[in-house]
């Protein structure tokens, strides 16, 4: 049963995405509404993205958050989150990102997905995605929760959009079938010095069943992920903070490496 009136899901993604495009931070949005439910929460996401494709913008992929399970422990969940990708959060692998127009930017490593059919629950799994998945690349997100000192709780964070900022992807594509991808070493660096590393197997045990759980979330929501979406499919390591001069690079097994810089 929802706890929020349309007027109010309106209110508060209106706040959460004023806060995205102007850099500001705010207190999560539990403080003023302690009884909000996850199925709120995703109603206030999906206002936000009704918000943007109203304006032009395009959602060009999807996102799994909280997917290691020390995250989830840590959030004291069961299952990760799910967020989409707007065009504009697209950077070139390579390209330069302007710190100022961010709060307090953190990167993490990511592999990410590419279907070449549909995918749809309940009842996807791991190999349902890797018949699924045309090819694999290295992935980088930039996360920017809009939260005042990256303070939130799960409905917080779920309605913020799973705090999605920026994303690229590069290197190499490599084929699923070709590929281990729970023992894929991944190395994240800043400024040439390595910071992070940890195997595909972080995330979920198999970088894939987050792709899954993305679907099965979807099916029981009557949607599925399209043939030809881009998926994160969750941080590899912890997120690393950046600042204006940094220079970040995510280097995947096989698939080569992706690079941003901050300015």
Partial sequence: MSALDLATVARLAEHLEDCELHARDTVKITDGHPGLTLDDAYRVQEEIR????????????????????????????????????????????????????????????????????????PGCHVASVLAATDFVVAGLEL???????????????????????????????????????????????????????????????????????????LGARGQEIPAGTLILSGGVTEAIPVKPGDHVAVHVQHLGAVSLRFV
């Fill in 143 to 217: 996360i920017d929760s809009r939260y005042r000192d990256f303070k939130f709780d799960l409905p917080s964070v779920v309605a913020d959009n799973c705090s999605s900022s920026r994303f690229a992807v590069g290197g190499r594509m490599g084929r699923p079938g070709d590929l281990d991808l729970r023992t894929l070493g991944v190395v994240l660096e800043k400024n040439g010095e390595t910071v992070a590393l940890a195997a595909g197997a972080a995330v979920l045990g198999h970088p894939a069943a987050a792709v899954a759980a993305l679907a099965n979330h």
């Fill in 50 to 121: 009704r918000r943007k494709v109203e304006r032009g913008a395009r959602v060009v992929g999807l996102k799994a958050g909280l997917t290691s399970h020390a995250k989830m422990k840590q959030m004291n969940v069961t299952s990760p989150v799910f967020g989409f990708l707007a065009d504009a959060f697209a950077v070139p692998d390579g390209g330069e990102v302007k710190v100022a127009e961010l709060i307090h930017p953190k990167v993490e490593p990511e592999i990410a997905f590419v279907t070449r059919a549909p995918l749809r629950g």
